[in-house]
């Protein structure tokens, strides 16, 4: 697989302070669902602070990180280089929306914080493509804010959807039940969902033996 083979350099590393906030709480309910041991694609990394904190955390597992925008992947390569972890891919460059995926069969993906900040043909191709990627078993997390029952659960979560949607009208916060139901229709069975810091969810799907691949 081919990624951004530039020299990392480690300056070139980004912070976003949400990502130092959240990982701690994220990475608790990672250690439960997450196999032992075995391959984690992670979708939209971002800077790239997530994925070498799990994956210093849990070394068993290999961790490849992937985003579509450049500076996102300099930032991931420059925390891979800063940390030197020996079990972090270098980043892919790719779309969720993108037809052919850069890993054929995985234990589990990761995905934070992407589906309210894109149209929702990404959340569509991000099951339609975990269904084919997913190893039997294989788990999908998700991180991010979501309604539920068709409100907000917080003035803060409301406000944030007003903003996401005056950038973007096909932006915005998702409702969980919608997701949770995209998700059954794609063979994959929401087995948990986990109240977390700052009116989060963190929800846990398990690909179904009979989906498609």
Request: hydrophobic share 45%.
């Amino acid at each position: 697989m081919s990624g951004d083979r530039s020299p990392a350099d480690p300056s070139q590393r980004l912070s976003a302070p949400a990502a130092e906030r959240n990982r701690g709480p994220i990475l608790d309910v990672l250690r439960r669902v997450l196999p032992a041991r075995g391959a984690v694609l992670e979708i939209a990394s971002g800077t790239g602070q997530h994925v070498v904190h799990f994956a210093q955390a849990l070394p068993a597992l290999d961790w490849q990180p992937s985003d579509p925008d450049t500076h996102a992947r300099r930032s991931i390569a420059a925390w891979i280089a800063h940390t030197g972890l020996p079990n972090v891919r270098e980043p892919l460059a790719f779309d969720v929306r993108d037809a052919s995926w850069p890993l054929a069969a995985v234990d589990a993906i990761v995905c934070i914080n992407m589906i309210h900040i894109a149209p929702w043909a990404a959340a569509d191709a991000l099951f339609a493509g975990a269904s084919r990627a997913l190893r039997p078993g294989g788990v999908l997390v998700l991180y991010g804010p979501y309604r539920r029952g068709g409100r907000h659960t917080a003035p803060s979560n409301e406000a944030f959807d007003a903003q996401l949607r005056s950038r973007d009208p096909s932006w915005g916060v998702r409702d969980l039940e919608t997701v949770v139901a995209l998700g059954l229709d794609r063979g994959l069975d929401c087995v948990e969902v986990v109240e977390m810091p700052a009116n989060n969810l963190t929800v846990v799907f398990r690909r179904l033996p009979s989906a498609e691949q």
